[in-house]
C-alpha cells in the first residue's frame, strides 16, 4: 500500500513570493491535514480537510490556505512569504470517520527556506 | 499554559537503557494518546496508540496514559542506536479532528 506523497521535498522561495505544496493521501483516506513543523514551536496544525470540505483550521493567518479534491489529493498554498515560514510542511491522511480518534499517517514533509 | 508540554530534552542514555519519555496535557477532553516517532530528515510514524487510562505494552515499547494526572508515559526497554530519533506525543478527544502535540523529545542511543 503507498504511503503519503507529498511533493516537492525541498524548495527555497524568496520573501514576499507565494508557495504551492502538494499531497496524496492513502489510497481510501478521505481526510488530510496539514502541520508546520518548526524547532521553536513543534508541530502546529493548519487545517483538516474531508471531502473537500474544511472540517477543522488552525490559529494561522490568511496566507495559508488550503483545498481537496474529488480524489482526496490535496494542496496548501502560502502567499506573501515571510522568512518565518520557514518551515517543514506535513501533510497526514486517515479515514477521518471518527471524531477524537484520528489516527494520522504522515508524509515525509516538504521542507520549506524563505530566504 | 500549552495544551500539550513534553520536555525537548535532549536525553542521551547508553544501549540497554531502559528509557523514559513523558508528556502532560491540560485539557480534559482528551481521550486518545499516541507516541510518534520522527527520525531525521523524515515524517512521524506512529509507535503506540492508546484510549483513555491504562498501560499498552508492544514489544520493547509500553505506554502508560494517567487521565487523572493527565500524565502519560512512554517506557523503551533495552534501549538500541536505532530508537535514536524524535519522540512526539500527540493526544485528541471531543468532537474535532486534530491531533494535539508535543514539542517531541530527542532521544540518542550511544552504542
Known amino acids: ?32 491535514s496539514w502541520y508546520q513543523q518548526t524547532p521553536g514551536q513543534g ?25 481537496q479534491f474529488s480524489n482526496s489529493r490535496s494542496e496548501m498554498n502560502v502567499s506573501t512569504l515571510e522568512l518565518g515560514d520557514s518551515a ?28 | 499554559q500549552k495544551e500539550v508540554e513534553q520536555d525537548p530534552g535532549p536525553l542521551s542514555v547508553p544501549e540497554g537503557a531502559i528509557v523514559s519519555l513523558n508528556c502532560t ?7 486518545y494518546f499516541m507516541w510518534y516517532r520522527q527520525y531525521s530528515r523524515k515524517g512521524p510514524e506512529l509507535l503506540m496508540y492508546t484510549y ?26 533495552d534501549s538500541q542506536p536505532s530508537d535514536s530519533a524524535t519522540y512526539l506525543c500527540a493526544m485528541s478527544g471531543g468532537s474535532n479532528y486534530k491531533l494535539t502535540f508535543g514539542k517531541g523529545t530527542l532521544l540518542t542511543v550511544n552504542p
Do not use: M, W
Open chain 1, 1 to 32: 500500500k503507498a504511503g503519503v506523497t507529498q511533493t516537492p521535498r525541498y524548495l527555497i522561495k524568496t520573501r514576499g513570493q507565494q508557495v504551492t505544496l502538494s499531497c496524496s493521501p492513502i489510497s481510501g483516506h478521505r481526510s488530510v
Open chain 2, 52 to 77: 483513555s487510562s491504562g498501560n499498552k505494552e508492544d514489544g520493547r515499547f509500553t505506554a502508560q496514559v494517567d487521565k487523572s494526572s493527565k500524565y502519560i508515559s512512554l517506557f523503551i526497554r
Open chain 2, 25 to 31: 496535557y491540560s485539557n480534559s477532553a482528551f481521550q
Open chain 1, 43 to 67: 508541530l502546529q496544525f493548519l487545517f483538516e480537510y474531508f471531502s473537500e470540505t474544511q472540517r477543522n483550521k488552525g490559529n494561522f493567518p490568511g496566507r495559508f490556505s488550503g483545498r
Open chain 1, 88 to 115: 517543514l510542511y506535513l501533510c497526514a491522511s486517515s479515514t477521518g470517520t471518527v471524531a477524537g480518534a484520528n489516527v494520522l499517517t504522515f508524509g515525509a514533509g516538504s521542507r520549506l527556506t524563505v530566504l
